[in-house]
């Protein structure tokens, strides 16, 4: 069980590259999320990417130059809120293990305990209340695999979800299966992972929700695309975007 | 080498892309498997547990492989076992060969045993005139069919059953055409019985073996590899060195995580504890048994302490029911005879990156197979080390075929990516420059394998950096 | 040992060296840290709930169990065999569980199937008990969870009684049923003694290699009965 701080009243925010570039107003509600709810958020100017991408293909080198750079700008002993399971697990659970040869090793494990995903924190440090002021409508949750299997916050992203009352959560068929996306593996093995993705796709569309909502946006950019090119009417959203949209009555 | 024909992966996936009785037939074989593993493993805790006993079990005893197989050597040995140990594949096949002619045999019965099938040994034997037949059902209904294992588990659960009682009908003289599974393995039972009762040697694998005891411990359900390893006068035995574990008590841990992740039972029917031939006075049993140990490769992987954890395998087969990628493409696909996520990592370390090193990056990392391995066998971090050895030009690396994909084009893709993100204004810049291209960025290389699947993503007006800075969030 | 075997020794001992080499230089490389094995979480049962356990567990592989009185459990066995008009049982001659089927024989044989013991080694044996209908042992113990028998074969109770014929019909002392395999071999110390084949048995044979649909009787025998002796 994971120790979480108690009434935190700083945290760092971790934005992540995807959400820089493709979907920075999910970064942004995540912020406003914490900030509303008695957090000063503080994001320190210089960081980039958490070097994911560079570590699953093959070069460990590229990874930890860019992972040391990450960890100098979070030096402060403040946690470190990310809106992405998938981020957020490469730097909780691998960046002990990509720098295990670093001589700073402390300080690699005390930047990667003070990782939280950004569901886990809203339900568990800061026991966030969601008042619903959106019209009745229905969606379906994708939890990424690492949002499951490494950071553990499928049922706290869920939980958000389910406190707001005007919105219906349809489960999936087959809700622990890969969207396919696994960073360079949907452009290495394009077939495979688009048979996924479709299969994704179908169990989506089966629930007959409107919107997707998931947590991280490698998915989402993975399960959208997918399902604009199939000329789905659902529309993707990330689940910090979904909440401050339901909370402001402006879904 | 096991596998002559060079792998053509991508040819292999597309044909199995396409196939959708196959991938039909596996999803739903599939399926069965991980809700019979998830019911017989239902408590949380306890499963943990266990598994934590398996790869502590398996790691001790690999910390003391060679003072183990000598043991087990000297244990069966004293009991009358006849230890003989194989380097490759050609001195397996040659010892297996040497046994059955010296007692002049041309009939070999087999159980299931997957190091065989890593040896091509049918197909040796055949040449030298030596019928190997196979008895357990699934291997049974793939010779038939002249075909190798689809799953390290239920061999033949490509097919259904029209497909395998046309396979029988085709095959098996005076059988009638019938889709009834009891009347399949009816046919099945009344062909084998005979070959059980004439057979000159029987052949097994080894699940596990016992160094304390010099005990062989093989499970099954049908009954086929007790009567190979008991009816005819001889028995061989075929393992990997690594399937050794130090003590008797050691089994029931082992056999309740592997029993339980293979076919999601409690036990199978049979546990059949062997420990020497036939003993004076005793009645029956084979006179002679042979123990075969083979290396192929195996002991090379030990010499690297990461990659070590490979060897912990004990061929559940669970990874592969649990793994997406296998799902959609089944196990012929692989190329090797190990398919699944324990082939992405084992086949590459010992056929060699440039023939098998592909396989690695058939995976998207989503650790459902690390979630159920037995063994806990990190079996993502140990596929990232094998994406990390195709592409590394270090000189002290043992693996064989290291830094084949290695090339300028990614090297250079990669450092620019580095410093890109370690220059937070080159960084801000370039993305500047993508968002202003948006969607005119020519569609080559990654972006139109994305493209022609997927709409791609549209980058934002304004960055993430921007808005923050606009919202006037502290930066400190 | 013929020239073949002399040669072929050589080939395994120049190769064992091989290996024993490479793992030599491999244990020498530093190894990951080697956790600390906890205990196999089992459970100890009662002697009742064992008795339950067994049954429960076996008769889900499609066992038949039948409970009976240590003293009569003979008139349970003709009554299970005449319901099967079995011509032929292979037993075990010399022994308690012999000697006991010899007599009753001897006394009320009408009906039954005709006694074979087995007493001859198998080459001399083999296509005749290849053609018997069922074979009768008795079991040296059981265990209650996972649920299977433990036969312990012997000179006198060999291997293929229990295997070949098409029913095999167990005989099993209560008293003798152990909560799990972990406390068999150990109350037992079956380490220092093990035989040359130790089985265990959890129910008839089976199969799922077609479609995962599931069959029985397959190679081992198609029917397993088990009588459990209570006083």
Redesign the interface.
Request: aromatic fraction near 8%.
């Given at each position: 069980m994971r120790t979480y701080p108690d009434n935190p009243q700083k945290a760092y925010?971790f934005?992540t590259?995807l959400?820089?570039?493709?979907?920075?107003?999910a970064?942004?509600a995540g912020?406003k999320l914490l900030q509303q709810n008695g957090v000063?958020?503080?994001?320190?100017?210089?960081?980039?990417?958490c070097?994911q991408?560079?570590?699953?293909?093959?070069?460990?080198d590229?990874a930890r130059?860019?992972a040391r750079?990450q960890m100098e700008l979070f030096y402060?002993d403040y946690p470190i809120v990310v809106p992405s399971g998938s981020c957020a697990g490469m730097m909780r659970h691998h960046y002990p293990?990509l720098l295990a040869n670093d001589p700073r090793i402390d300080q690699v494990i005390h930047f990667s305990e003070r990782i939280f995903e950004l569901s886990e924190f809203l339900v568990h440090a800061l026991n966030i209340r969601l008042e619903d002021q959106g019209l009745p409508i229905k969606v379906a949750w994708h939890s990424s695999?690492?949002a499951l299997?490494?950071m553990g916050v499928t049922e706290d992203s869920k939980s958000l979800i389910r406190q707001l009352k005007n919105v219906e959560l349809v489960e999936l068929q087959r809700e622990?299966?890969?969207c396919?996306?696994?960073?360079?593996?949907?452009?290495?093995?394009?077939?495979?992972?688009?048979?996924?993705?479709?299969d994704k796709a179908d169990d989506i569309g089966q629930t007959g929700a409107e919107r997707l909502i998931t947590g991280d946006c490698g998915c989402l950019?993975?399960i959208?695309?997918?399902m604009?090119?199939a000329n789905s009417s659902i529309k993707g959203q990330h689940l910090a975007e979904f909440i401050w949209e339901r909370v402001n009555g402006q879904s | 080498m096991a596998n002559h024909k060079p792998l053509d992966f991508e040819n292999n996936?597309?044909r199995a892309?396409k196939d959708t009785q196959l991938i039909k037939?596996i999803q739903?074989?599939m399926d069965?498997?991980v809700l019979k593993r998830k019911n017989i493993f239902a408590d949380p805790a306890?499963t943990e547990?266990?598994r934590?006993?398996g790869?502590?079990?398996k790691?001790?005893a690999l910390?003391k492989?060679?003072a183990l197989?000598e043991r087990l050597e000297k244990k069966c040995t004293d009991n009358g076992i006849q230890v003989?140990?194989?380097?490759?594949i050609p001195?397996a096949n040659?010892?297996v060969l040497?046994i059955m002619?010296?007692h002049g045999a041309t009939r070999l019965v087999k159980g299931k045993s997957m190091v065989s099938e890593e040896m091509e040994l049918n197909a040796y034997l055949q040449k030298h005139g030596i019928e190997a037949l196979e008895?357990?059902?699934?291997e049974f209904?793939i010779q038939l069919n002249h075909e190798t294992p689809a799953h390290i588990i239920?061999?033949?659960?490509h097919k259904?059953?029209d497909q395998?009682s046309k396979i029988f009908h085709d095959n098996i003289p005076d059988a009638p055409y019938t889709e009834n599974?009891?009347e399949?393995?009816?046919i099945?039972?009344k062909t084998?019985?005979q070959k059980?009762?004439k057979a000159d040697v029987g052949l097994s694998g080894v699940n596990f073996a016992v160094a304390?005891?010099?005990?062989l411990c093989l499970v099954e359900?049908?009954?086929?590899g007790?009567?190979c390893t008991?009816?005819p006068?001889v028995h061989i035995a075929l393992m990997g060195?690594e399937k050794v574990v130090e003590?008797?008590?050691d089994?029931?841990?082992m056999?309740?995580l592997l029993i339980g992740s293979a076919?999601g039972q409690?036990?199978?029917?049979?546990?059949?504890?062997?420990?020497?031939?036939?003993?004076p006075?005793?009645?029956?049993?084979p006179r002679e048994v042979h123990l075969i140990?083979l290396?192929n490769g195996r002991?090379?992987i030990?010499?690297?302490?990461?990659r070590?954890?490979t060897l912990y395998c004990i061929r559940c087969g669970t990874c592969l029911s649990h793994c997406?990628?296998y799902n959609?493409?089944g196990g012929h696909a692989y190329g090797y005879i190990y398919p699944g996520p324990i082939g992405k990592i084992l086949n590459p370390q010992v056929e060699g990156l440039e023939a098998a090193g592909v396989l690695a990056?058939?995976?998207?990392?989503?650790?459902?197979c690390?979630?159920v391995c037995p063994v806990k066998i990190p079996i993502p971090?140990l596929i990232?080390r094998i994406?990390?050895?195709?592409?590394?030009k270090d000189p002290t690396s043992t693996v064989e075929g290291h830094g084949y994909?290695s090339n300028w084009i990614?090297s250079l893709a990669?450092?620019i990516?580095?410093f890109?993100?370690?220059h937070?204004l080159v960084?801000a810049a370039g993305?500047k420059v993508?968002?202003a291209l948006g969607q005119k960025l020519p569609e080559v290389?990654?972006l139109k394998?994305?493209t022609?699947?997927?709409?791609?993503?549209?980058?934002?007006p304004?960055?993430?950096?921007?808005?923050?800075?606009q919202?006037g969030?502290?930066?400190? | 040992m013929?020239l073949?075997?002399r040669m072929?020794?050589t080939?395994?001992?120049q190769?064992?060296e091989?290996?024993?080499a490479?793992?030599?230089?491999?244990?020498r490389?530093?190894?990951?840290p080697?956790?600390?094995?906890?205990?196999?979480?089992?459970k100890t049962y009662s002697r009742a709930e064992k008795i339950a356990k067994l049954k429960t567990?076996m008769e889900a592989?499609r066992t038949e169990v039948h409970i009976t009185d240590a003293q009569n459990w003979i008139h349970k066995l003709e009554e299970i065999l005449k319901q099967r008009e079995l011509k032929s049982l292979v037993y075990p001659p010399q022994t308690a569980l012999g000697d006991t089927l010899e007599s009753h024989w001897e006394n009320d044989g009408n009906g039954l199937p005709q006694l074979i013991p087995?007493?001859?080694?198998?080459?001399d044996?083999?296509?005749r008990l290849?053609t018997i209908d069922a074979g009768i042992t008795s079991a040296a113990g059981a265990i209650a969870?996972?649920?299977?028998l433990i036969l312990w074969?012997?000179?006198k109770e060999?291997?293929?009684m229990s295997?070949?014929p098409s029913i095999h019909i167990a005989i099993l002392e209560a008293d003798k049923i152990f909560s799990?395999?972990?406390e068999a071999?150990?109350k037992e110390q079956?380490?220092t003694k093990?035989?040359?084949?130790?089985?265990?048995?959890?129910?008839?044979?089976?199969?799922?290699?077609?479609?995962?649909?599931l069959?029985f009787?397959?190679?081992?025998?198609k029917e397993l009965i088990v009588l459990i002796l209570e006083k």
């Open positions: 925010y934005g590259c959400v820089d570039m493709f979907y920075p107003g970064g942004m912020i000063k958020v503080i994001f320190p100017s210089q960081q980039t990417c070097g991408p560079a570590y699953n293909s093959g070069f460990p590229e130059t860019v750079k402060k293990k695999c690492h299997r490494e622990s299966d890969c396919g996306f696994g960073g360079t593996f949907a452009v290495k093995q394009p077939a495979i992972s688009a048979a996924m993705v479709k950019m993975n959208s695309g997918a604009q090119y | 996936v597309s892309l037939n739903s074989a069965t498997l306890e547990q266990l934590a006993l790869n502590a079990t790691s001790q910390g492989l060679p197989l003989h140990w194989a380097e490759t001195e040659q010892l040497d002619k010296s008895t357990d059902l699934g209904i239920v061999p033949a659960i259904n059953r395998i599974v009891d399949l393995n009816a099945a039972r084998l019985r059980f009762q304390e005891t010099g005990t359900n049908e009954g086929n007790r009567m008991t009816v006068g060195l003590k008797l008590e089994l029931p841990p056999l309740r076919t409690l036990i199978t029917t049979y546990v059949n504890m062997i420990t020497s031939p036939r003993k006075g005793e009645k029956d049993g140990i290396d002991s090379k030990y010499a690297d302490a990461q070590r954890q997406p990628v959609r493409i990056t058939a995976s998207s990392l989503c650790n459902a690390e979630a971090d990232r994406r990390n050895e195709s592409y590394s994909k990614e990669w450092k990516w580095a890109v993100n370690t937070p960084n993305i993508l968002s290389g990654p394998h994305w022609r699947y997927r709409k791609a993503p549209e980058f934002a304004r960055s993430l950096h921007e808005l923050v800075k919202n969030v502290d930066h400190e | 013929n073949s075997n072929e020794s080939m395994s001992e190769s064992r091989r290996i024993f490479r793992l030599a230089a491999g244990s490389q530093p190894s990951a080697i956790p600390q094995p906890g205990p196999m979480p089992v567990l592989m087995y007493e001859k080694k198998i080459e044996f083999k296509d290849f969870d996972p649920g299977a074969p012997s000179e060999p291997r293929l295997l070949v799990s395999f972990l071999m150990q079956w380490s093990m035989p040359t084949n130790v089985v265990l048995i959890s129910g008839p044979s089976k199969t799922a290699d077609i479609e995962m649909t069959a009787g397959v190679h081992g025998p």
